[in-house]
């Protein structure tokens, strides 16, 4: 790539409105992995700032304010739909005080739908689509020669035609993520965990992709785009851990879309991640369709203490709804013969629940509701259904309600209601699931006799798990 003059400041920013940061959620405390690997790849020639309005919550005034002291050259800007009308706002007084700056966007709600976002008077230049990592670097060089910009498929500008979304082919090309971007006092996830020490969190992404079909995925929800699943090598994601490790880090969360897509791939990494004799401890998401009891024995054995698991419902009617499974009638006793397996190796399952599905009646709940005591996961989480742009629920369920811009799949704030529950019912049903498990006496025991010492080493997790709890 040509040389750019040096001493040139980007400023990368994830950007979230006030209020919407202050909802808490695991989520929030993710760090941008996308945005950490643009910033090791530009650091040698940029100077590089990283603001993170989810974590930090500023108001729109302190983050204009920031902005304008660091005046940078490219200001590459990542949010969600919940936050485009914010970001349109900011962009333009980014604009009126910057003149000069050039602004793209990335992220969920730019790779969905740039049409938002470019056009006249919008005061965003570009949208970078997809997985922009690589794909910033091309927009750098053609800052100084425009005819080179039409080249590449994933920018989307006023005048360009057709744009697409952008995927990385080759995942073991880029550096790892510039993680000392996200410390740990920042970055945290709060699952209570069987590891007794004081957690240091590292975040890796180990591959890209995932082949389901479910209708509520979107990129807002996922860390990587497309089907098509594209895996590091195992030495590469080894090395990416160590590196960690090395920075202090001694609990690893994979932010893989579906960690066990691949059975082989799965043994693999574990048996690789045990005979590294790494030392770490370690958490990830998977479906149901591809996990089996012999991976599971696996992931315990190189150090997995906690499996979140994609179950959503216990209804097949729901499953069959929400495109969550290519064998719908084999897939509840899948699930149950997971959380027996949990059991039998101690190995824990967080089971991730939805509500407010399409055509979900009070017998479908009254399913989930049955699961959640006969089956007694390690912990729950709820979700509101929420048809965000992206999702192929969006056309159906979405599109013609501008409210889907102004909530999160965890907050029933102005709810789109997809069942045949109001919004109050919603939210009642959603307190059920949780003191159905959280308030029963032998479930109190059980934790605190497992995650006791854990909540010692780790005092704030108590208090935010109770907040998240408290969410509407
Ligand atoms: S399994 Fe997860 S990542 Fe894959 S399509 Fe379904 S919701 Fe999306």
């Not at 890796?204 to 860390?223: E, K, T, W």
């Not at 101690?346 to 407010?356: E, Y």
């Not at 965000?388 to 056309?395: I, L, Q």
Request: aromatic share 10%; charged share 25%.
């Amino acid at each position: 790539m040509r040389e750019v003059p040096e001493n040139k400041r980007i400023l990368f920013l994830r950007f979230s409105i006030p209020g919407s940061a202050g909802v808490f959620h695991p989520y929030n405390r993710c760090p941008p992995l996308d945005i950490g690997v643009m910033i090791s790849l530009v650091k040698r020639r940029f100077q590089a700032h990283f603001i993170d309005c989810r974590v930090k919550k500023y108001t729109e005034k302190r983050v204009v304010k920031e902005t304008v002291e660091i005046d940078p050259f490219l200001l590459v800007l990542s949010f969600a739909s919940v936050d485009y009308q914010a970001a349109l706002r900011y962009s333009r007084e980014i604009r009126k005080r910057l003149g000069r700056v050039k602004i793209v966007c990335m992220g969920p709600h730019a790779s969905t739908l740039p049409g938002t976002l470019v056009y006249e008077g919008s005061g965003i230049d570009y949208v970078l689509r997809g997985e922009a990592e690589l794909d910033l670097l091309k927009l750098i060089e053609g800052l100084d020669s425009p005819e080179k910009l039409r080249d590449i498929d994933s920018l989307a500008f006023q005048g360009k035609e057709r744009s697409e979304v952008n995927l990385i082919e080759n995942p073991d090309e880029l550096p790892f993520p510039e993680h000392e971007t996200f410390p740990p006092s920042l970055y945290y996830s709060i699952y209570p965990l069987q590891v007794y020490s004081r957690l240091r969190w590292g975040y890796v992404l180990s591959s890209r992709g995932c082949p389901h079909g479910c209708i509520f995925c979107s990129p807002y929800i996922r860390n990587s785009y497309g089907s098509r699943v594209r895996f590091r090598s195992i030495d590469n994601v080894i090395g990416e851990i160590r590196h960690l490790k090395s920075l202090g880090r001694n609990i690893i969360s994979f932010e893989d879309d579906n960690f066990t897509v691949s059975e082989r791939r799965t043994l693999d990494l574990c048996r690789e991640m045990k005979e590294s004799r790494l030392g770490v401890s370690w958490v990830a998401h998977s479906g149901v369709d591809e996990l089996t009891a012999e991976m599971m024995a696996a992931m315990k054995d190189s150090g997995c203490v906690l499996i979140k698991l994609g179950v959503e419902s216990w209804s097949e009617k729901v499953l069959a709804e929400l495109g969550k499974t290519r064998n719908t009638g084999e897939y509840i006793k899948k699930t149950e013969s997971i959380f027996r397996a949990g059991k039998k190796l101690d190995l824990p399952i967080h089971a991730l629940l939805m509500i407010n599905t399409p055509g979900e009646t009070p017998d479908d709940i009254a399913a989930t509701a049955g699961m959640i005591i006969k089956s007694n996961p390690a912990s729950i989480q709820v979700h509101y259904f929420t048809p965000y742009p992206g999702s192929r629920a969006y056309d159906a369920y979405g599109k013609e309600a501008g409210a889907v811009y102004d909530r999160h799949h965890y907050d029933s704030k102005g709810i789109r209601i997809c069942g045949s529950l109001n919004a109050r019912q919603i939210r009642e049903t959603r307190k059920r699931l949780y003191r159905s498990l959280y308030l029963s006496p032998s479930f109190i025991l059980k934790h605190l006799r497992r995650y006791f010492l854990f909540y010692l080493r780790n005092p704030g997790i108590f208090p935010e798990l109770l907040r998240m709890l408290a969410v509407r």
